[in-house]
């Protein structure tokens, strides 16, 4: 048995960021699959390990279950400090955690599962709404990020020359963009970045179609 058991969905894009983080730290673990579409994840025993009803979370055994990928990570990264996912210094780790939490609270959050679900049942959002929806979301946010990646402190990857928890949200966002149409031509940077991160191992075998639920 390893240590770890990841609670996730393979399409989800916060999944993908834990699976990346993991796969990164050389990090063995047990997949369990909760497919959203039927509710898994709002099954009773999911909820006795994720009161939030969300993927995903990470068991540790005997230990705890940690929910909230970026809670997650920072976990890893604390545990487990190679190869580091955040930097040493103050100002660098700020950085690096705006520069996620752009995605990881200004863009995944409003175009969630639930949300969109919410503009449909409550306020008889259509299909080309649900769209437009998704879509603004992402520009919002990917134009800020897009920008701050011109900042001096961005090397091959969003903070300097290796790979980190930046990375690991943009590329999340870059995948889950495309169940939508969206024009990338606008963000060079993000998209250098993306293909950065595909030629990382760790990366490509935490995409959804590598997953044993992947459909
Ligand atoms: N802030 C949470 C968000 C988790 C989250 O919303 N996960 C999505 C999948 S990417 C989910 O479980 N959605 C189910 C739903 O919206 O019903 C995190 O970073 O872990």
Redesign the pocket.
């Known amino acids: 048995m390893t240590e770890y058991i990841l609670h996730n ?1 393979f399409r ?4 993908v960021r834990v699976r990346v983080a993991l796969n990164l730290k050389g990090l063995d673990y047990d997949y369990q699959a909760y497919a ?1 579409l039927p509710n898994a ?1 709002k099954s009773e025993a999911y909820l006795r390990l994720n009161p939030q ?4 979370a990470l068991e540790i055994s005997d230990t705890a279950v940690l ?4 809670a997650i990570i920072e976990y890893l990264d604390e545990t487990q400090p190679e190869p580091p996912l955040l930097p040493q210094d103050p100002l660098g780790r700020a950085r690096v955690r705006a520069l996620s939490q752009i995605i ?1 609270c200004d863009i ?2 409003l175009n ?4 969109l ?1 919410k503009l449909k049942s409550g306020f008889n959002a259509d299909q080309d709404a649900i769209t437009d929806w998704f879509v603004h979301w992402v520009h919002e946010g990917f134009s800020a990020l897009e920008q701050r990646l011109q900042e001096s402190e961005t090397g091959k990857f969003c903070h300097g020359d290796t790979a980190g928890m930046a990375d690991i949200c943009l590329f999340a966002q870059v995948l889950n963009n495309a169940r939508f149409d969206i024009d990338m031509g606008a963000y060079p940077i993000i998209m250098r970045i993306h293909n950065m991160c595909l030629d990382i191992d760790a990366f490509v075998q935490a995409m959804p179609a590598h997953q044993p639920d992947s459909i």
């Open positions: 969905y989800s894009s916060t999944s959203l994840h009803g969300l993927v995903p929910s909230q990928s970026l990881g995944h959050p969630n599962l639930r949300v679900r």
